[in-house]
T-cell receptor, first 111, second 114 residues
């Protein structure tokens, strides 16, 4: 079966650092994505990992361990606009660039 | 640059009525196209995907169907809506026949079945 787990909700303070974890158990794996989704809007792409290790992009970093079926998204210097849902998605290995999404983590940043 | 359009933005329909949601992509050729549904507070569920005109694959058995009459047009339909069809419907595209990693999402259609 396909299973992707993320915490449902997290809260953090403006200016702080937050780590959002994602664990997955899927029949195939060809990369892991993180998307940001503000309420009522479409998801937007944040990061992609296919090899183990850390990918850094500005205030956002994403880590992958394929042997552990684990990824995290690290957000630094949090801003109020970072309040959103963060979706972890695994790319299926069967082709066609199919993505399997977790339920998302709702992050609330407060002053 | 590529853009993706969906309409309508919001829709309220009674149970048993038909449905037609449209998605079009501009600025690219032969894209992979996807329909997702997102229930309130939930993740995205892949409903259909298409790798070419007339080629539709269904991910879950359901009350919906999809068609791709043109290269950059993807339509989601139903003959009779159920209450459980309510949700946020998102169309997405990615570059076909290439090593690509992102899917790009349209603005979505919020459907309420009453």
């Amino acid at each position: 079966g396909q299973n992707i787990d993320q915490p449902t909700e997290m809260t953090a303070t403006e200016g702080a650092i937050v780590q959002i974890n994602c664990t997955y158990q899927t029949s195939g794996f060809n990369g892991l994505f993180w998307y940001q989704q503000h309420a009522g809007e479409a998801p937007t792409f944040l990061s992609y990992n296919v090899l183990d290790g850390l990918e850094e992009k500005g205030r956002f970093s994403s880590f992958l361990s394929r042997s552990k079926g684990y990824s995290y998204l690290l957000l630094k210097e949090l801003q109020m606009k970072d309040s959103a849902s963060y979706l972890c998605a695994v790319r299926d290995s069967g082709g066609y660039n199919k993505l399997i999404f977790g339920a998302g983590t709702r992050l609330a940043v407060h002053p | 640059s590529q853009t993706i359009h969906q309409w309508p933005a919001t829709l309220v329909q009674p149970v048993g009525s038909p449905l037609s949601l449209e998605c079009t992509v501009e600025g690219t050729s032969n894209p992979n196209l996807y329909w997702y549904r997102q229930a309130a507070g939930r993740g995205l569920q892949l409903l259909f995907y298409s790798v070419g005109i007339g080629q539709i694959s269904s991910e879950v058995p359901q009350n919906l169907s999809a068609s791709r009459p043109q290269d950059r047009q993807f339509i989601l339909s139903s003959k009779k809506l159920l209450l459980s069809d309510s949700g946020f419907y998102l169309c997405a595209w990615s570059v076909g026949l290439a090593e690509t990693y992102e899917q790009y999402f349209g603005p979505g259609t919020r459907l309420t079945v009453t």
